[in-house]
């Protein structure tokens, strides 16, 4: 599938344009925008622009998304809050959950925010990224529409529920560790789909308990019709741990749930009793700790580095070139991608409908010449 690059700049002004063009607020729409991009800019293609117009554009025209984001905060004491979302922008919902609960954290140590009614908000590591560039560690998870079967199940339960945590470090980037509670995501496979990659095997179970393998978007629309379920990290079974991932996700499901009233595993399939579109009422939780409320940043910061540069110094395996910690490879894509993102053809015709619905005429596209 061909690629053109688009300059950063370029795409962040046409997104965020139309994002207002959408009836999101101008200020709105800039954060919209930022945690769209970041997810391109550190390489994780499957939750950037490839989902700006299925999953945001389409959400806010088909009335399940409301572009306006009324953030109430429904109880708060010093160190903790409960904010409801109102099926508002995710985005923002997260962006201004985590700075609370960072300036908690900076006033009293640590901070909390629990979010319920919220929308998708984008990729989970923009959130503690925001709390180590402040020199605390930050933590997020959410939870989402059911697609994962818990272990020795096959039904869809709960969402992919990824545990983020940042930490930060000395080095050019910070400890960041950003994934689903699942061995892959549906934006992943609806990736896998747009590329014509087949799903991988053993991430994908059916109802007879075997694994679904093949066309991505077939298995997709097994995953959304209810026969088929995304496995745990760890896999089918307890041989490889499958059970580990599957506490994890429901740790995940909890905390975004149980503090804040919220809905939780079927309630969040998108769907009202007669099968219509609905809002999906996700959680989301935020947790900030300020290192300087404990022996300071910038021991924590030297701490962090010298642990991760232990272990990259260690034994490699026969043929390895060198041993990754959490969030380097991403740093390494974003140093890579300084000229812009790649986009691929069905994303660029997407991205021209758009423009021409929202009579965007002063942008071209690359694409287009």
């Known amino acids: 599938m061909a690629k053109t690059v688009v300059n950063w700049k370029l795409i962040t002004d046409f997104v965020i344009d139309a994002f207002v063009g959408y009836g999101i607020p101008r200020e709105d729409a800039e954060i919209c925008a930022d945690v769209l991009l970041e997810s391109d800019k550190r390489g994780i293609e499957s939750h950037g622009v490839n989902r ?29 809050a409960v904010v409801d979302g109102h099926d508002g922008m ?90 689903a509670t699942s061995i892959t995501q549906n934006g992943k496979i609806e990736y896998y ?6 799903v991988h095997p053993g991430t994908v179970i059916g109802l007879d308990g075997q694994p ?17 379920a995304l496995t745990t990290l760890g896999g089918i079974g307890e041989a490889l741990g499958g059970y580990k991932g599957y506490g994890y996700a429901m740790v995940v499901e909890l905390l975004s749930a149980v503090l804040q009233d919220g809905n939780y595993g079927k309630a969040l399939d998108g769907k009202d009793k007669d099968g219509n579109k609905a809002p999906y009422h996700l959680g989301h939780f935020f947790i900030a700790i300020d290192t300087n409320h404990f022996l300071g940043e910038e021991l924590c910061r030297k701490k962090a580095g010298d642990i991760i540069r232990s272990v990259r110094a260690s034994k490699k395996a026969p043929g390895a070139e060198r041993i990754y910690t959490a969030g380097e490879k991403e ?4 140093l890579s991608r300084k000229d812009g993102v790649p986009i691929n053809d069905s994303v660029q015709k997407e991205i021209t409908e758009v423009r021409d619905a929202l009579g965007l005429t002063k942008y071209k596209f690359p694409w287009e010449d």
Do not use: W
């Open 52 to 80: 700006f117009k299925p999953i945001y554009l389409d959400r806010i025209r088909d009335g399940i998304q409301n572009p306006v984001t009324n953030f109430e905060v429904v109880k708060e004491t010093p160190c903790t």
């Open 90 to 179: 995710g985005q923002v919902i997260g962006y201004k959950s985590m700075q609370m609960a960072i300036d908690k954290a900076k006033q009293y140590g640590l901070g909390m925010v629990v979010v319920r009614n919220s929308c998708h908000y984008g990729i989970a590591g923009y959130y503690p990224s925001m709390a180590c560039k402040q020199g605390c560690i930050g933590i997020t998870g959410t939870n989402a529409r059911p697609s994962v079967a818990p272990t020795f199940g096959v039904e869809g339960m709960f969402g992919t529920n990824p545990l983020t945590i940042g930490i930060p470090t000395d080095e050019d980037f910070d400890f960041l560790i950003d994934c």
């Open 193 to 198: 789909e747009r590329i014509g990659e087949d």
């Open 212 to 228: 679904i393998e093949g066309d991505a978007g077939e298995a997709l629309k097994k995953i959304r019709g209810g026969t088929a």
């Open 331 to 334: 740093h390494l894509i974003r």
